[in-house]
């Protein structure tokens, strides 16, 4: 299971409000006291749209689209051609609208920022899934999201096929350089995370395999391997099975979709990737207003 499903289980209160406050919080930002531009169409004129997609894409977003237009006006009706998680193509039409023109157009902007960007981060994530199919190591995001749309993003990813990372600070312990740093060394950082009992995931990052060794001596049981070689890591997956495999391993750090798999097929348990989240491009997508 996923952490944001356990968190915000699909279809459930959790989920819906998660999505009303991130949509109202974009509508607030873009529309502000008025639409100014919206009082040049008729009141009264109600028209039908399109949205289209630029480009193959897998869909991600639709409960944030219905949310965009339906906060701006409830009787905007939306007739999806698409389901959630589905792959598209050039020029395919992904739903149809009706309603009042000026609902329509003041939320087209939100609602095509919302698709555009999600749809962006699963489609980068399943690419990865793909690169490595049938091994059993699975691809994650980080916290390197866009701000305020973390959870949209975490969510976006698990759409895409890949799995999360901690959500955030609140989700689990992850001890880095500097944590080791302050606490004076790996098994004083690993003894003091231990302590807190706080019922949540610990995992420590490690630079080379000397620390890696530090590490499973401390009884880490999940390890981040930063930035190590294909020849590092495969090392690594042996050290731990001497060690009886008492950790979960995580390789992070200059993951590319050329070099996924060959990293996949070392024994690593599972790959962290920033990109899927950072350094996503917008899905081409647009909103027609028909004739």
Same mark, same amino acid.
């Given at each position: 299971?996923?952490?944001?499903?356990?968190?915000?289980?699909?279809?459930?209160?959790?989920?819906? #409000?998660?999505?009303?406050?991130?949509? /109202?919080?974009?509508?607030?930002?873009?529309?502000?006291?008025?639409?100014?531009?919206?009082?040049?169409?008729? *009141?009264?004129?109600?028209?039908?749209?399109?949205?289209?997609?630029?480009?193959?894409?897998?869909?991600?977003?639709?409960?944030?689209?219905?949310?965009?237009?339906? /906060?701006?006006?409830?009787?905007?009706?939306?007739?999806?051609? +698409? +389901?959630?998680?589905?792959?598209?193509?050039?020029?395919?039409?992904?739903?149809?609208?009706?309603?009042?023109?000026?609902?329509?157009? %003041?939320?087209?902007?939100?609602?095509?920022?919302?698709?555009?960007?999600?749809?962006?981060? &699963?489609?980068?994530?399943?690419?990865?899934?793909?690169?490595?199919?049938? %091994? *059993?190591?699975? +691809?994650?995001?980080?916290?390197? %999201?866009? *701000?305020?749309?973390?959870?949209?993003?975490?969510?976006?990813? %698990?759409?895409?096929?890949?799995? =999360? /990372?901690?959500?955030?600070?609140?989700?689990?312990?992850?001890?880095? #350089?500097?944590?080791?740093?302050?606490?004076?060394?790996? &098994?004083?950082?690993?003894?003091?995370? @231990?302590?807190?009992? &706080?019922?949540?995931? +610990?995992? @420590? $990052?490690? #630079? =080379?395999?000397?620390?890696?060794? $530090?590490?499973?001596?401390?009884?880490?049981?999940?390890?981040?391997?930063?930035?190590?070689?294909?020849?590092?890591?495969? $090392?690594?997956?042996? @050290?731990? /099975?001497?060690?009886?495999?008492?950790?979960?391993?995580?390789?992070?750090?200059?993951?590319?979709?050329?070099?996924?798999? $060959? @990293?996949?097929?070392?024994?690593?348990?599972?790959?962290?990737?920033?990109?899927?989240?950072?350094?996503?491009?917008?899905?081409?997508?647009?909103?027609?207003?028909?004739?």
């Amino acid at each position: 299971m996923t952490l944001f499903s356990q968190y915000y289980p699909a279809h459930s209160a959790a989920f819906y #409000e998660l999505v009303r406050q991130q949509v /109202q919080a974009a509508l607030d930002e873009d529309v502000g006291p008025g639409d100014l531009t919206a009082l040049l169409v008729p *009141p009264s004129l109600t028209v039908n749209a399109t949205i289209v997609a630029r480009e193959n894409a897998i869909i991600c977003g639709l409960d944030w689209v219905n949310a965009c237009f339906k /906060q701006i006006d409830t009787n905007v009706d939306i007739n999806w051609l +698409i +389901i959630e998680g589905q792959h598209v193509k050039s020029n395919q039409v992904l739903c149809e609208i009706h309603g009042l023109a000026r609902a329509l157009l %003041t939320s087209e902007r939100c609602a095509l920022n919302f698709l555009q960007t999600l749809s962006a981060t &699963s489609t980068a994530t399943r690419k990865y899934v793909e690169a490595i199919a049938g %091994t *059993p190591c699975q +691809i994650l995001d980080t916290r390197k %999201t866009m *701000p305020h749309l973390r959870l949209a993003q975490k969510y976006a990813v %698990t759409v895409g096929g890949g799995h =999360n /990372q901690r959500l955030a600070l609140y989700d689990g312990i992850l001890i880095k #350089e500097n944590h080791i740093a302050a606490a004076g060394s790996i &098994s004083a950082v690993m003894a003091q995370a @231990i302590a807190l009992n &706080s019922n949540k995931s +610990i995992q @420590i $990052e490690v #630079e =080379n395999l000397i620390q890696l060794q $530090e590490a499973l001596s401390a009884d880490a049981t999940s390890i981040l391997l930063d930035n190590f070689s294909i020849a590092k890591l495969s $090392e690594a997956v042996i @050290i731990n /099975q001497k060690f009886g495999r008492r950790a979960l391993l995580e390789a992070s750090g200059g993951i590319t979709l050329e070099n996924v798999r $060959e @990293i996949a097929l070392t024994g690593v348990d599972r790959i962290s990737i920033g990109a899927i989240t950072k350094n996503v491009l917008a899905i081409d997508l647009s909103m027609r207003i028909k004739g």
